[in-house]
């Protein structure tokens, strides 16, 4: 607590010292921006990119620095840093943010979204907009959505229908949504923090695992998988946050300048996410080292259908107008 109160002194010092005598003469506003995947992921390259626009246009004035790969702050402590100011820029997974708000859970509901334009276009509408602001009040406030991609399941054996799943232990992130959809299934699910989840298939503790093509391939978690089945049944994307308190005492002039910034960066990471993605799909093909399984219509519908209860648990508690315009925004309708 003391700890906390300091940092943002700390940081309320360097801001008002910024403004109060113009920031060419004065320390740059420092942003850490903590993230647990690789660099080369579309989050990691969001991150890298941003620093280097920062340094462009703002150097001098602002200093960004990057900690991939859970290198300051992961899973477990990243969101409580930020919200005592030790970190200012995080992106979490969706996913992540369950204990400030109930709403993104929206985000996890199994088939869903069919693709990622429909994420796109569902965060681009009044209701996606509106849930950057939900977590206000425990001080986050959202900046940007940022692309990952679909999930894809992973496990020790071939996955083709859900009754497969039966009995295997599933690493998820912390999520009650995520936990139900392997409930489902009548598999278990274990949380366990991204940096944990080589180790925990490498030995057994867990059989298996969801997440986008760059995030198995980066983590080489094909390596640890022998099968992959491609279910695209959810989505992984992020909430690029900062914290209010910080964010809203930077100098109205960079400020508007950083989310310039954001804006050009968002459109590159959600332009170029889907082909990284399929990039990193071929080279896990390549690879060899995992066997990659295609749904055929039948076997795609009826994992849909094994998971698409979970839509009515969690109805009430995301909200059922958030909900609803969720389900507007695929091409193709269905009940
Ligand atoms: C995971 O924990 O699987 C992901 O949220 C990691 C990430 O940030 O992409």
Known sequence: MFKSILAMAACALVLSSASAHGAQTQSPILIKFAHVVAETTPKGQGALLF??????RLGGQVKVEVYPNSSLYGDADELQALRNGEVQLLAPSLAKFEKYTKQLQIFDLPFLFDDLDAVNRFQKRAKGRQLLRAMEDHDIVGLAYWHNGMKQLSASKALLMPGDAAGLSFRIQPSSVLEAQFQQLHASAQVLPFAEVFDALKN????????????????QLHSVQPFITETNHGVL???LVSNP???????HRIRSELEGIIDEVTYEVNRQAEAANQADRQRIEASGRSRLITLDEQQREAWRQAMRPVWQQFEVQIGSDVLKAAQTVNRKQRN
């Open 51 to 56: 620093k280097r626009l920062v340094e462009e």
């Open 237 to 239: 994307d992020y909430m």
């Open 204 to 219: 057994a503790k867990v059989q298996g695992a969801e997440n986008p093509w760059s995030n198995i391939y980066s983590k």
């Open 245 to 251: 308190r910080f964010w809203y005492a930077i100098p």
